[in-house]
């Protein structure tokens, strides 16, 4: 599975962006993609998943009721829409899938096996 992602900027706090990430290969088989962010001197951290079945979403505190995800299965393609942007969202952030569970690991980043090259998103007070 080849995943990129693509959509980071620069915006003031308080803006919007849509990031995307698209996925190519062996897509029939995923259990779920993740997004997560790693801000300088920090360590990567989830942010958001959706199920491949059913669609169900999951997020971070910190960006529930801001970030949105969702998906197209026909471009295999999911989308992370983050909007109230905080200076504190400044980070790199990685599209990830996941090939099987359990649910209770969905937040876990080592549980992922195929990652995108981050797409740096900057958040500007």
């Known amino acids: 599975v080849q995943l990129q992602a693509y959509g980071g900027g620069l915006v003031q706090a308080g803006g919007s962006l849509r990031l995307s990430c698209a996925a190519s290969g062996r897509t029939f088989s995923l259990y779920a993609m993740g997004w997560f962010r790693q801000a300088p001197g920090k360590e990567r951290e989830f942010v958001t998943a959706?199920?491949?079945?059913?669609?169900?979403?999951y997020y971070a505190e910190s960006v529930k009721g801001r970030f949105t995800i969702s998906r197209d299965n026909a471009k295999n393609t999911v989308y992370l829409q983050l909007n109230s942007l905080k200076p504190e969202d400044t980070a790199v952030y990685y599209c990830a899938t996941k090939l099987s569970g359990p649910l209770s690991t969905i937040r876990r980043s080592d549980t992922y096996n195929y990652w995108g090259e981050g797409t740096l998103v900057t958040v500007s007070s």
């Open positions: 959706i199920r491949y079945s059913g669609g169900f979403t």
